[in-house]
């Protein structure tokens, strides 16, 4: 088990009319991105994009995030992301590039 602080991995939000409603990371083992969608969008708590799978989010910033359940990256690892840091509790099975 690894701990990353999230911040670390590149964090990005995806954002439509000033509302945060998913983000994407980066893996730490190799640098692939992947994504998830919030259930509550930053600042208004709106699900922008119902459609799928979605995250409970608590915390603003990739500095205090904190997500339920947890988050599997398929292919690379799974993880729980608790204020501000991913904390991976599989082996990587990163493709190799
Ligand atoms: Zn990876």
């Avoid at 000033?18 to 998830?36: A, H, I, L, Q, R």
């Avoid at 398929?74 to 991913?86: A, E, V």
């Amino acid at each position: 088990m690894s701990d990353y602080p999230l911040a670390s991995l590149d964090p990005q939000f995806y954002e439509l009319e000033g509302e945060k409603y998913g983000m994407v990371f980066d893996c730490p083992n190799c640098g692939v991105p992947g994504g998830v969608f919030f259930t509550n969008s930053i600042p208004s708590n709106k699900n922008i994009r119902p459609a799928g799978i979605h995250w409970q989010r608590t915390g603003d910033t990739p500095e205090t995030m904190s997500l339920t359940p947890s988050v599997k990256m398929y292919g690379h690892f799974h993880s729980w992301i608790r204020n501000g840091m991913l904390s991976v509790d599989s082996l990587f099975e990163c493709l190799p590039k």
